[in-house]
């Protein structure tokens, strides 16, 4: 199909962040845009449990978000965290902040909060149609088509559009058909942590106050596993432990009756403890999904089909990066649309041109989970954060960016890929100066850019 | 079940190379054997084509070849190549030894006298049974048992036996089932390159001598893609062209019609060209298998079921260590069966230790069909290997050994991740100082050794 030939018929599976923005995208540069989706409307209905409850926005997500027009009214809806509240175990607590800059935060928002934002804009375009509770039941790649069952009436029906996309998440039913199919050879990784989570709810003080400091990521970390909690716009926090599902002392498996669970907690979480009065009940209760990376190549098939976002490179939530890589997906392959003549070569672009960044933060996201479960509670690394602040107080972005600000708040134009590779040598670079040559927070700036700069560019060819 | 019991009844899923050793090997420790292959008995049929016909068999699986009493045995069937023989474009040939001391070579043997050297040594012991035309339909990993159908009666049979060994090979129906079940996790990668291969063969000289040097193995490096060819006891040559699948000009899309087959050959290969009368016919008919990697973990399912060899880790064959890796599975989980209690630790000890060693295998292999394909034509990278030539030559093995003999001759210990470590970074240590320090071969030995130590040191450091 023609990129200008509007009467192309656009089919996305799934309704969640990616797919909602995506087609609220295509609708607005004319596109005639259905959507089907396995789950009910969740602006009628009590939204499923399981699923992450709020997620961090950042840069490269509010950037698509501002493309749609809701960069605005997104705002209405975030709590901004200006730094990581660290709750050493038997030690006083202590804020990082996630960057030099005053204008670089984070914003903890409702999953559901966004998605419905997404859907109440895409439908006020006459050109979506969304259609809840339709499950895809299989994909045909060469025709680029879908039968899928509406769960209502049980009735099978079959849809042959110009263009699918599939933006079903993690369990992606597209990927599974690439998977399976034999006319071209697909790529693919699944990979499992040890570690699984559980969220649980710190309700609002009585008072309806917030229990712990309301603008910051709070993280107890203690090694093989931490907590880590997000404030909601109703006063609660949405707590994560992630730990071990089993072969660990301290494990999902080891840490299970309520004995268990009441020891645990006051040995390793004693102020939470106190906050959540029904913390047995929601342990009990509350499910415990694994964590997994899915990578894999192509994401297009036939010319006639291509995935975004979870459903290709579904990643660990440590960098909180998850939901704005899918929502950069979008705006990167909106531009690719501007670029193309037709939907094969564009498909075909996106998909080659933007693997190397969603690797890049599956692997970040994983480094990351190191960092925040243990390098964070280190003296050389509060040390290398002091430095870091202290270069992005005094430089301009272009000039001195940490690797949390490369991938999170990034300058113009760095991509992923570009925020791996100099971000983890800054790392190692200020960490070998630290330990080797006296680097120290209080020397001048201009002397601390010069070292670090030169000693980065050892350590990326020394990589390469 | 107990390692001591020698009532264990033990079956094994595939009588390929890996099958037919560790059968041998646990018949030898007094286990009752019984192995099911869907092929034919190679030895009275003959052998289908579209699998690789001749293999190079280096310390790591002679090593195993030995441990089950066939190390003289296999030498009858061995070539041995001391030395690449490198053909530039349009340059004369030249030849470049795979290491600098005389005991080391690799062995050019073909895939099918091994095998059925390994059948008839197994066929020796009463407690061995192998039964051929037996296809496995599917695999209960709770059970540890197979359904499995007489391919000459079409009968459907069911086995439950004590432990079950899947080396069924790169499409593992053992591996498979890992991948459905959903009682644990079960992480697995699948990746293929863009190349594909085609195997041609060289048929001896009127007189029935070799056309081009039999000892060695030849390679025309073109850099995107490449031919090699490795000896047969009959005077042949397995010729192997890999190129690009499709997405390039010179890919076998592209080079389809008897006039490119014939205008490539005449431009990229004229010596080769001449000495395959029935190029066009073999082009024509022979197939085009992928390339691929496979990683997965864990290996091992409840207590009862392991896999090895290609099943768990198939890798790409650049570093001639597709058997040898699965040879040596044997010998290591020989040496784990010596050192456990129950068959259930020795199978969890084996997947969790062996696992980063052919991770790096499969890394390595990757890495060196740039190596083959480019590299063996660069001017620094003739001056590394001659380097690296009088280093072995005048230290012993423990003092030095390059990344190739750390892999293919590798010191008493040495495993493969160690290996990929050590050998990638004295690799770049080599190239950085002949670049950037005059590193010569005219320097004396010891200081040449000095040198690389300690660069070797520094980019350790770095890459950690």
Redesign the interface.
């Known amino acids: 199909m023609k990129i200008d030939n509007q009467d192309t018929s656009i089919l996305i599976t799934g309704a969640g962040l990616c797919g909602a923005l995506l087609g609220l995208r295509l609708a607005q540069r004319g596109y005639d845009v259905n959507i089907l989706e396995k789950r009910p409307d969740m602006r009628s209905k009590v939204v499923d449990a399981g699923r992450s409850i709020n997620l961090a926005l950042s840069d490269r997500g509010l950037r698509a978000l501002e493309l749609v027009g809701l960069g605005d009214k997104v705002k209405e809806f975030c709590i901004p965290m200006y730094a990581r509240m660290i709750h050493p175990k038997g030690g006083a607590s202590f804020s990082s902040n996630y960057s030099g800059r005053e204008d670089d935060f984070i914003n903890s928002i409702s999953r559901e909060d966004l998605n419905k934002l997404l859907l109440d804009k895409a439908d006020e375009f006459e050109k979506v149609q969304i259609d809840f509770r339709k499950e895809i039941t299989s994909v045909d790649l060469r025709q680029g088509s879908v039968d899928y069952k509406d769960l209502k009436t049980n009735q099978l029906n079959h849809w042959n559009p110009d263009i699918l996309l599939g933006t079903d998440g993690a369990g992606s039913r597209v990927r599974a058909a690439m998977a399976r199919q034999r006319d071209f ?8 942590l040890p570690h699984a989570y559980k969220e649980l709810r710190m309700p609002p003080a009585d008072d309806g106050s917030y229990r712990i400091e309301k603008n910051a990521l709070h993280i107890w970390p203690r090694g093989g596993f931490m907590l880590i909690a997000l404030p909601n716009l109703d006063g609660s926090f949405t707590m994560t432990l992630f730990m071990q ?1 089993k072969d660990a002392k301290i494990s999902f498996e080891n840490i299970a009756t309520a004995d268990q669970v009441t020891h645990f907690f006051k040995e390793e979480f004693p102020d939470v403890y106190d906050h959540i009065p029904d913390l047995l009940e929601q342990y009990a209760e509350n499910p415990v999904p ?1 964590l ?1 990376t899915v990578k894999c190549s192509p994401w297009t098939a036939h010319g006639k089909t291509l995935m975004m976002g979870d459903a290709c490179h579904a990643i660990v939530p440590f960098y909180g990066q998850g939901m704005n890589a899918g929502f950069e997906d979008v705006s990167v392959f909106d531009q690719i649309l501007d670029e193309s003549d037709s939907w094969a070569t564009a498909m075909e672009r996106f998909s080659v041109e933007r693997k190397p960044d969603t690797d890049a933060i599956a692997d970040l996201a994983l480094d990351n989970f190191i960092e925040m479960r243990d390098s964070v509670s280190h003296p050389d690394f509060q040390m290398k954060r002091a430095i870091e602040m202290k270069l992005e107080s005094a430089f301009a972005k272009a000039k001195y960016a940490s690797k949390y600000s490369l991938v999170t708040f990034p300058p113009k134009g760095t991509d992923y890929e570009e925020a791996m590779i100099k971000g983890r040598a800054q790392d ?1 670079a200020i960490i070998w100066l630290i330990n080797n040559a006296n680097l120290h927070v209080d020397m001048p700036a201009e002397e601390l850019l010069e070292a670090i700069n030169k000693k980065t560019e ?2 990326i060819w ?2 390469s």
Chains 1, 2 share one sequence.
Request: hydrophobic share 25%.
């Open positions: 050879f697909f790529s693919y990784t699944t990979d499992w599902r694994p997994g190692k050892e350590v020394h990589r």
